[in-house]
């Protein structure tokens, strides 16, 4: 009787096939999971039974992690046992978890109307490159990662756009029993994510001033050929914060302190939606679009008045 294969024998072939066809950096989350979580778990089993995977998901949700992180790691090993029993290795196998009902998801952090005005009042009087990326966050809603790979030929003056084609992050490298971390530039996070966004009156005349002082090649926020990566950037808004005493809030909750004022103003969803590079419009309703009470007692009462006999 030929002898079952291991889970990490699997691995070795899969990653093999799996690298020719996805981003560098979705290869290298794969190879981040498999190596710090589940070949340390699975790894030596030729049958991964569900009691195995309920143990597993019980014990990284009981060390801190979230379901979302925990349902991440399932999805890589399905696509490991699936390529096993499509090249005839394994018969055909469904993996089933249990997770406990999750308590009431975090609210995302935006700057109030008072911060948001604080802040850019003084990124313009005290100007830096590295504070004009914070002022482009605001402006447009990019990610820190296309922040970072944002380069000069990258803003268009003449039509008062910036292209979004990039993005900068670390990515986990394994090179045998070696393992590092490398900077690249990458496509951005979804075709949907490669974009052309409108600037805001005040952020053209910053560009417009700049633009023929710089060099086409350089990057935004470093002014150099240079760029600087995202952990750093990070830092250095932290410490901007802390200066300016405002709430500790993340980077990435510039972008959402844009969506949340393009919804304040009326912008229509769709349109949200495109600016901030979703792949579905359901994305920016779930995240931003919260109807109050209020809101809710108006649709009512509209539908009632439409029924009502003439």
């Known amino acids: 009787m030929k002898r079952r294969p291991t889970f990490s024998e699997i691995v070795v072939l899969w990653k093999d096939e799996k690298r020719q066809y996805v981003k560098q950096s979705t290869y290298a989350a794969y190879c981040f999971l498999l190596q710090n979580h589940l070949l340390p778990a699975f790894g030596p089993m030729r049958d991964i039974t569900d009691t195995a ?3 597993f998901v019980n014990c990284k949700l009981s060390a801190g992690l979230s379901q979302k992180s925990v349902k991440d790691m399932l999805v890589v090993v399905k696509m490991v046992l699936s390529y096993g029993s499509r090249k005839g290795l394994l018969p055909p196998r469904q993996i089933r978890a249990v997770f406990p009902m999750e308590s009431q998801r975090r609210e995302i952090q935006v700057l109030s109307l008072h911060d948001q005005r604080l802040l850019m009042a003084h990124i313009k009087h005290i100007f830096s490159f ?5 002022l482009i966050s605001l402006g447009t809603g990019l990610r820190i990662g296309e922040i970072c790979a944002l380069r000069w030929e990258d803003i268009d003056v003449r039509n008062g756009v910036l292209h979004v084609s990039r993005t900068l ?5 394994v090179d045998g029993e070696e393992k590092t971390t490398g900077l690249i530039i990458d496509k951005p996070k979804t075709r949907h994510s490669d974009r052309v966004i409108p600037m ?3 952020l053209m005349s910053i560009m417009r001033s700049l633009r023929h002082l710089v060099r086409d090649n350089f990057y935004v926020i470093s002014n150099t050929p240079m760029p600087i990566e995202p952990q750093r950037y990070r830092l250095y808004f932290k410490k901007k914060l802390k200066e300016l005493r405002l709430p500790p809030i993340r980077f990435h909750d510039l972008r959402h302190s844009f969506a949340t004022r ?3 103003s009326k912008c229509d969803y769709k ?3 495109a600016l901030l590079g979703h792949a579905n419009i359901s994305t920016t309703l779930d995240l931003y679009v919260h109807p109050d009470l209020e809101q809710k007692k108006k649709v009512v009462e509209a539908v009632n008045k439409m029924l009502r006999c003439p």
């Open 169 to 173: 992050h670390r990515i986990y490298l």
């Open 53 to 55: 995977v309920q143990q």
């Open 262 to 264: 393009c919804i304040e």
């Open 271 to 273: 349109t949200v939606s």
């Open 200 to 202: 805001s009156r005040d």
């Open 130 to 134: 590295l504070n004009l990326g914070i």
